[in-house]
């Protein structure tokens, strides 16, 4: 199948200049409006989820109390405020980096609720290291396969 060429001054798919000509992604049936509200939503969603979770663990199952609510919420505040940090500083960052960042983030944030469950401090940094370690790798084989050395999208 022959692709037309791109009208004057067109970005190709992926709205980068420097992206190939060839990219052969599936057809986005959501509209632009969708994916800015979905930019905050998910992460505000996640961060009320995590900040509840946090705070069950740390009642243990006890009677829910102001300070747990507080400490929920403020839980979710931090989260979220540390998640678009993520999302803002990570794809700026080359693939290793990138990678690191996001593990840093996934182990810690495992970790905070594995600690707040009761567990051993040596439970809440070996179990979240191991996790993290996962993470790094994953998202480095990710990005080393869809991205080129200094981090543009080649898919």
Not at 20 to 36: G, S, V
Not at 48 to 53: K, R, S
């Amino acid at each position: 199948m022959a692709h037309a060429a791109p009208a004057p001054g067109a970005l190709p798919r992926g709205g980068r200049k420097d992206a190939p000509a060839t990219i052969n992604l599936p057809p986005d049936i959501f509209d632009a409006r969708t994916h800015r509200m979905a930019r905050v939503a998910v992460p505000v969603l996640l961060a009320l989820v995590y900040g509840y979770w946090a705070a069950a663990n740390r009642r243990g199952g006890g009677p829910v109390t102001g300070w747990n609510l507080l400490f929920g919420f403020l839980t979710a505040l931090v989260f979220a405020v540390v998640f678009f940090a993520v999302l803002t500083v990570a794809p700026r960052l080359r693939r290793e980096l990138h990678a690191l960042l996001w593990a840093v983030f996934i182990g810690v944030s495992f970790g905070f609720l594995y600690n707040q469950a009761g567990a051993s401090l040596v439970r809440s940094v070996g179990i979240p290291l191991l996790v993290a370690a996962v993470t790094f790798i994953v998202c480095f084989y990710r990005f080393y396969t869809r991205e080129d050395g200094v981090g543009h999208r080649v898919h």
